[in-house]
């Protein structure tokens, strides 16, 4: 029990609007939880939908966040945070809310980009919200309580889709119902809040500032292929176990599980560092040469036989795990650190663009690139990487440096 209490105590925060902003993430984490691991199950089974159909329908959803990341982001700056994320969380459960009524494909793929739309604005809000709430110097802190917090909640999420689809039928087709309530839970939450400080930009803020700042912009491409790891964990890692190692398949969800363990104990620890911008690009190179580390281990995986094949892979996933924990952190160092305070929100949603990308061209672009050219392939994503990590230090102490000079947000 004692072991227990100190991992809570690590990953909850103990006191203030930091705390009730870990609960808000868990109960929206729950939610999109029980939807989103069940997802495509309802779509094929009580939708009606071909597995092809589910797919187009989730890319185009995916493509949407290029627009929906800039966009919310601004709007949180101009009408405050707190505001544009209780809508948020309506819209998307009452987008839940509307699946069970949907039955052929050209309304779902309304619906689905959508939902797709608003999800991908609730990252850059949530985010300008912390910004509002938390003091600069704890802010990289609370976003990985928040991590934890989001991690043990879309695992609870999970767990009850699982008895969910145990239970068949009703069950199944109460899903999105259960999600939608979940975030419209997650909304009230909220409105017991602050509004915060700096919520509405004052005066006349230049348009399109975080798009028109080239060294932020800069960074933001930069981190995108240090993200990889997350098309790697999920898609590239698993698919290559499968069809060029003679690892036993069962050992995959456990590394998935391990991977989520981890993220859960040691994000916090693993964040160190990363409050100040120099700090953070530090911990994003760094990142990045466990990355390659990683590939490396997953090419070499292909050389032995089950048993070796199996510990190179738990060895990959542990390095990969360390760079997801070390990317996630210097993310939110280099966005807060670098974003005027009065638009915050426009700049988070500037750089969650390099997630959106990630998400969209990551998991095709390194399981073919891997698949088709082997360890040729690892070593070629390796490369990209480590590039990335030597160039980012550099371009941020320049960033900084001109944010420093800069300071009535004119930033160019």
Known sequence: ???LQHMAAAVVPRKGHARHLAFVNLAYAVGRGVFLSGSIIYFTTVTGLTATQVGIGTSAAALSGFVASFLFGVLSDRLGAKRVLVLLFVLQAAGFALYPAVHAVAPFY???????????????????????????????????????????????GSGLTALALLGGGTWVR????????LLLGAGLLILRL????????????????????LRFVTITALSAPLALHASIILVALPLWAVTRTRTPHAL???LLVANTVFVIVFQVAAS????????????AQRSGFWLAA????????????????????????LLFTLSELQQSASGWGLAH???????????????????????????????AVTISFGVWGWVGVAAVVVAAGLLIVPVAAAAERRAAVTLTGELV
């Open 1 to 3: 029990m004692g072991t």
């Open 110 to 156: 309304a619906l689905i980009v959508a939902v797709g739309f608003i999800e991908y604005g609730v990252g850059p809000t949530f985010g300008a919200f912390v910004g509002t709430l938390i003091e600069p110097d704890d802010r990289v802190q609370v976003r990985a309580n928040l991590r934890s917090m989001f991690n043990i909640g879309f695992s609870l």
């Open 174 to 181: 109460a899903l999105p119902w259960g999600a939608g309530v």
């Open 194 to 213: 602050p509004r915060g400080t700096g919520a509405v930009t004052a005066g006349r803020p230049r348009r399109f500032g975080a798009l028109r700042d």
């Open 252 to 254: 995959i969800p456990l």
């Open 272 to 283: 160190r560092g990363a409050a100040t911008v120099a700090g953070a690009a530090r911990l």
């Open 294 to 317: 990683a590939c490396g281990a997953a090419a070499v995986a292909a050389y032995g036989d089950a048993v070796v094949a199996a510990a190179v892979l738990g060895v990959a996933m």
């Open 337 to 367: 650190g670098l974003a005027p305070e009065d638009a915050q929100g426009e700049y988070l949603g500037t750089f969650n663009l390099h997630i959106v990308a990630q998400g969209v061209l990551g998991p095709g672009v390194v399981s």
